[in-house]
């Protein structure tokens, strides 16, 4: 299976779109490193928060990691399994 990632254009690009609408509520399927996570989360409105939902159970001990490099996200549910 081909993993993901957003690279730098792409992560600005959410970014400014989520500046741009300041979503209270921000909803992920498909974190890998959760880079893009990340990138949408910069233009949280206050008190906003991002879902984060994968399919891979390792996943969620590495995006934390990411996570907590990173002041613009508190909180970081990241919902792993399968249906």
Do not use: K, N
């Not at 490193?33 to 399919?55: F, K, N, P, R």
């Amino acid at each position: 299976m081909p993993m993901m990632i957003s690279g730098h254009l792409q992560g600005r690009f959410l970014s400014m779109l989520s500046h741009l609408v300041r979503p209270m509520t921000i909803v992920e399927i498909g974190t890998y490193t959760g880079y893009s996570a990340l990138c949408l989360a910069e233009g949280l409105a206050d008190g906003g928060m991002v879902h984060t939902i994968d399919i891979d159970p390792y996943l969620p001990e590495m995006v934390h990691r990411y996570v907590e490099r990173r002041e613009c996200w508190t909180a970081s549910p990241c919902t792993t399994g399968r249906r």
